[in-house]
């Protein structure tokens, strides 16, 4: 078995840039290895949830975006398969991807038995269903001991009895029903990436320590991804059935208020009843400044539409000034605003492509709103954690350790923790700002860099985060949201340069500088890696 590469095991680098509140030397984080590797196979299994029953939806209603909303669905396994592949080696991931098809297949064959009232056909394909866990149990179990058949078995059971009500609820008009069990099925499978993640860090304890982070810190963060990141695929559906005047609309929206509902008790879990329903009312509203763009495109009046707009990016000032008031030393009213643009702006593109029946756009941007929310989710968590360090310490935790980078202008040495690397350029001072090369710094803490020297724009790709920067800007973007650099990025020695005075803020390092010779050390003290979870 190959052991987890860099794509899931170090998002640290890109997160840390958007949470910079979390970068303290001696803090509590939400984040370590393992920490994102639950989170990432939580957040692919719940959304694996949400879209196969709106697939399940659009099948037995027989509606012009199936074909699309399925390509989410099979996009959404290849992911899974990637993942599991990156853990596992490319074979496991195609045996991985094969299982996983097929049982979405023998969904899309409970649906059109359904359709055609073949219950001949629907039984055969829950006769499949049922012998697919085993299968499937058997399989992970063969990759990771840690995991056994039978209870594998037994979730993926739970699982497909979810998704069979929710569609069974849906055909026999039980909107309610249907959207409990959609819900339940969501919650399931995002607690089933908890176990695989569990299983994976049993196995491979080096690759996916605890460092930095509570048990206490990552299951705030796990719970506020998942409800943000089902807000966000329920308020997709609502605003289609909105638009349709679906008989089903109502009990859509119960499930998206019912969301609320769970993230209004969470957040009173932390601030107490009046903030807890400050949060609900501002929560609320937004949600129905989408129901009133919906009402607005129905009645086609661009007006009010516009209007709509503007109110939806009023709310995010609204809505980050009630956070910085709770939380003055780690949310900024304007950060938050910035970081929920893109939340209206996926939302409003999932809906006017949907309108306007370009259904791959559609689904494009209800995947990007799904895990965008759980971006925002990691924000929160983050500020709350800094904020309530004393809730959230393990007293089991490790002690602290120094990591330490060193680096001096005009020499090609790069050191992480007295390992030196060659580099094939070297820091250099420019307009009175030090400059480090951005590739070595960031493949150094685990990233992956990219490169495309037509628009000179280098990525840097850390997890589930995409970091941008382009030369001659002073500014940069992560996940879209922009960033002040406060100096250009340049290219020098064919290589992106960056202002070492941001990257060290951002990411919270300590600077010392050597006058004698020139030489930059940064270090940060970080809990010592355990093996529990």
């Known amino acids: 078995m190959k052991p987890m590469i860099k794509t899931l095991a170090t998002a640290a680098l890109g997160l840390t840039l958007i949470f910079p509140t979390m970068a303290s030397a001696h803090s509590i984080t939400v984040k370590s290895g393992a920490a994102d590797l639950r989170v990432t196979l939580e957040s692919l299994l719940g959304e694996h949830a949400e879209l196969a029953v709106i697939a399940m ?7 012009a975006d199936f074909n699309d909303v399925a390509a989410a669905l099979i996009a959404n396994g290849d992911d899974l398969s990637k993942a599991v592949g990156s853990v596992y080696g490319a074979d496991a991931g195609k045996a991985f991807s094969g299982l996983w098809n097929t049982h979405i297949g023998f969904f899309v064959d409970y649906v059109t038995a359904t359709a055609k009232k073949d219950e001949a056909g629907r039984a055969a394909a829950l006769d499949k269903l049922a012998k697919y866990g085993p299968d499937f149990g058997a399989f992970l179990e063969s990759a990771n001991p840690n995991l056994k058949a039978a209870d594998v078995a037994e979730g993926l059971k739970a699982h497909v009895s979810q998704l069979i ?20 099925a969501y919650a399931h499978m995002v607690h089933f990436g908890q176990i695989l993640a569990d299983a994976i860090v049993k196995q491979y304890p080096d690759k996916f320590t605890n460092v930095g982070a509570s048990a206490a810190s990552v299951n705030l963060r796990s719970g506020l991804d998942r409800l943000l990141s089902e807000h966000g695929g329920l308020a997709v559906l609502a605003m289609q059935k909105g638009i349709n005047g679906a008989p089903d609309f ?7 208020l019912a969301n609320s509902d769970d993230l209004s008790a969470a957040i009173t879990s932390i601030y107490g009843d009046d903030a807890g329903k400050a949060f609900k009312g501002l929560w609320n509203t937004h949600i129905g400044f989408f129901v009133d763009y919906v009402k607005a495109t129905a009645a086609k009046d661009e007006t009010k539409r516009k209007e709509t707009l503007d109110k939806l990016n009023q709310y995010g000032t609204d809505f980050g000034a009630f956070l910085e008031g709770a939380n003055p030393n780690n949310f900024k009213t304007a950060d938050i605003a ?6 209206v702006a996926q939302l409003i593109s999932a809906f006017d492509n949907y309108v306007n029946k370009d259904y791959a756009k559609t689904y494009a941007s209800t995947r990007e709103a799904y895990a965008h929310m759980a971006h925002t989710g990691d924000y929160l968590a983050g500020g709350i954690v800094a904020q309530f360090q004393d809730k959230f310490h393990d007293p089991k935790a490790p002690a602290a350790m120094d990591m330490k980078i060193w680096m001096k202008i005009g020499s090609s040495d790069f050191t992480i923790n007295d390992k030196i690397t060659k580099m094939d350029t070297a820091p250099f001072m420019w ?3 030090t400059y480090v090369p951005l590739r070595f710094l960031a493949e150094g803490i685990g990233a992956v860099v990219t490169w495309d020297q037509a628009s000179q724009t280098a990525w840097v790709k850390a997890g589930n985060d995409t970091l941008t920067f382009w030369v001659g800007k002073d500014y940069m973007e992560v996940n879209g949201v922009k960033k002040e650099i406060g100096a250009g990025v340049v290219l020098k020695d064919g290589r992106t340069q960056v202002p070492l005075r941001f990257i060290t803020e951002l990411l919270g390092w300590n600077v010392q500088w050597s006058e004698a010779d020139w030489s930059i050390t940064l270090t940060k003290a970080m809990a010592m890696s355990t093996h529990t979870h």
């Open 57 to 63: 939806q659009k099948g037995i209603d027989g509606a």
């Open 338 to 343: 910035a970081a929920l643009k893109p939340h």
């Open 431 to 433: 307009e009175s700002n």
């Open 250 to 256: 109502d009990a859509a929206a119960g499930a998206l």
């Open 165 to 184: 009500t929710a569609f069974d609820d849906y055909v026999n008009k039980d909107y309610t029903g249907a959207y409990k069990s959609e819900r339940e």
